[in-house]
């Protein structure tokens, strides 16, 4: 007698923010801890500075700024090379989580990438918004995210909460961080030069040879890097680009062995120059605002654009993007999380600071410079403020 056919049954559904692989706990935790002190690092740099700038010496920061040192002044120094160093820490991320991390599988890279997206398009939807018949130039201040502040307000604040939701954020910042570089890279270098990017191309192809052939030799590759940088800071491509490229070329499996890989390795000793000097380094010689940047500064469509774009609009595009797609895919939350969660963590994405200031550099000139930081800072600092009592509220309900 033929058996009966079984039921339809529910299609399988992913668990979205579920536990981590082994081995990816002690990775989250590890660079967690690390980004909690540089983002206490930078936060004091960038107190320092503007106290500095509203002080009586308000002169001498600035005489500090733009003090040449070689054929750069040290604010471009701060700019372009020691940001390249950063960007070069976020290339190594990407690279790692491309190949071994969350993002190689794309059926679990899918809701991070596609809430990261979403969140840099409507920060720049509402900055144009707002701006339309005026300056555009700002679209793309709002669409970063600092990974160094928001990890330490979610390490003070969201304790309690799981480690799932922490890899989330610093899986959807590697996303939001190579964002970052496509829109510097495309909109933001100047007219290129062929020579020194022919030049930075072949050094490029020459360091990925290093790591083919298993020569991952200090005194070899630091001079590659700095000629790299430095060729392509001459090509008109921006410099942190070199940064980035070099990251992504560097070898993430280990061999048979080997303890550790090269990106990890690389990792572990540049990243503490990262997040100790270099970003620190950045805060302090961009986040020096003059509080007497003009009485309607609050009316200023710059400054509205970019306060509401950090904190509405990273809000909107990455819990909506999220929820959508795990809506359309049939996804669904940890047991241990809700949705509420995943706002707070939305709304802590806000804290555009290093990367949004580095654009603000290139995007204004004059007064509206300053009207810009002014306005990163508050909807940093508004941000911040928002998640921190979602988070704490959070933590209560957890206790």
Not at 50 to 65: C, G, I, K, M, T
Not at 107 to 122: C, F, K, N, R
Not at 142 to 157: G, H, N, R, S
Request: aromatic fraction near 8%; charged fraction near 15%; glycine fraction near 10%.
């Amino acid at each position: 007698m033929p058996q009966d056919s079984a039921p339809d049954r529910p299609p399988l559904r992913r668990r979205l923010f579920g536990s981590l692989e082994p081995g990816e706990e002690t990775f989250v935790g590890r660079a967690l801890r690390q980004e909690t002190v540089g983002g206490a690092l930078l936060l004091g740099a960038a107190v320092i500075a503007l106290v500095w700038a509203n002080s009586p010496w308000h002169e001498a920061y600035d005489d500090l700024r733009h003090l040449d040192v070689g054929p750069l002044s040290l604010e471009e120094w701060a700019a372009d090379g020691a940001l390249a160093i950063f960007f070069y820490v976020a290339g190594l991320e990407l690279k790692r989580e491309l190949v071994v991390g969350t993002l190689r599988r794309p059926a679990d890279a899918l809701v991070p990438v596609s809430a990261a997206l979403a969140g840099m398009v409507a920060p720049a939807l509402i900055y144009l918004a707002i701006n339309a018949g005026g300056n555009l130039d700002g679209w793309a201040v709002p669409m970063a995210t600092d990974i160094a502040f928001a990890l330490a307000v979610l390490a003070v604040v969201g304790r309690r909460l799981p480690s799932s939701l922490r890899a989330f954020l610093l899986t959807l910042a590697v996303v939001d961080d190579l964002g970052a570089i496509v829109v510097i890279a495309l909109f933001f270098s100047g007219s290129l030069h062929l020579a020194p990017l022919l030049g930075a191309a072949a050094l490029l192809a020459f360091y990925w040879w290093c790591q083919h052939r298993r020569l991952n030799i200090g005194w070899l590759l630091i001079p590659i890097g700095v000629a790299t940088w430095w060729l392509v800071h001459e090509s008109g491509v921006h410099a942190t680009i070199a940064g980035v490229a070099l990251g992504l070329l560097t070898r993430v499996r280990p061999d048979p062995g080997e303890e550790r890989s090269p990106v990890e390795i690389h990792e572990h000793r540049v990243r503490p120059i990262a997040a100790g000097v270099a970003v620190p380094a950045f805060a302090f010689l961009a986040a020096g605002v003059s509080f007497d940047v003009g009485p309607d500064l609050v009316t200023e469509p710059v400054v509205v654009g970019i306060v509401l774009g950090l904190l509405l609009g990273k809000t909107i595009g990455i819990l909506g993007g999220a929820y959508l797609t795990a809506r359309f895919t049939h996804a669904e939350l940890a047991p241990d999380l809700a949705w509420r969660d995943v706002s707070a963590v939305a709304v802590l994405s806000g804290i555009g600071f290093t990367v949004s200031l580095l654009i603000v550099e290139l995007s204004f000139e004059g007064e509206q410079v300053d009207q810009a930081k002014a306005a990163v800072l508050a909807g940093s600092v508004l941000s911040a403020g928002v998640a921190t009592v979602l988070l704490r509220r959070r933590s209560r309900v957890a206790a």
